[in-house]
């Protein structure tokens, strides 16, 4: 079993800032690629960042400069530290992450619950 926990979602004012974080835990070998993706209601969802095993980032454009996404030195938490918020920044925000729970196994994608985060003018 493996799961993937967020926290740090909630109400944010405008310009306000807030740091997501998502832990993996249960039988895991080894996570590889770690990131956020997030769905506003009536839209697709969207990547937002992305951080690899080794410590490689990519960003949307509509965050870049805005979000950091960073790793524990244990590569099992992710966080999503977010700055300047603006109201367009308001979705579900869901964690995700490439993992291997066997060292014969091939990666598989796994997702978290996700966490609202509200940013209010």
């Known amino acids: 079993q493996v799961q993937l926990v967020e926290s740090g979602g909630g109400l944010v004012q405008v310009g306000g800032s807030r740091r997501l974080a998502c832990a993996a835990s249960g039988s895991i070998f080894r996570i590889n690629a770690m990131g956020w993706d997030r769905q506003a209601p009536g839209k697709q969802r969207e990547l937002v960042a992305a951080?690899?095993?080794?410590?490689?980032?990519n960003y949307a454009d509509s965050v870049k400069g805005r979000f950091t996404i960073s790793r524990d030195n244990a590569r099992t938490t992710v966080y999503l530290h977010m700055n300047s918020l603006k109201p367009e920044d308001t979705s579900v925000y869901y964690c995700n992450a490439e993992i291997r729970r066997r060292s014969y196994s091939v990666y598989a994608d796994y997702w978290g619950q996700g966490t609202q985060v509200t940013v209010s003018s």
């Open positions: 951080i690899t095993y080794g410590g490689r980032t």
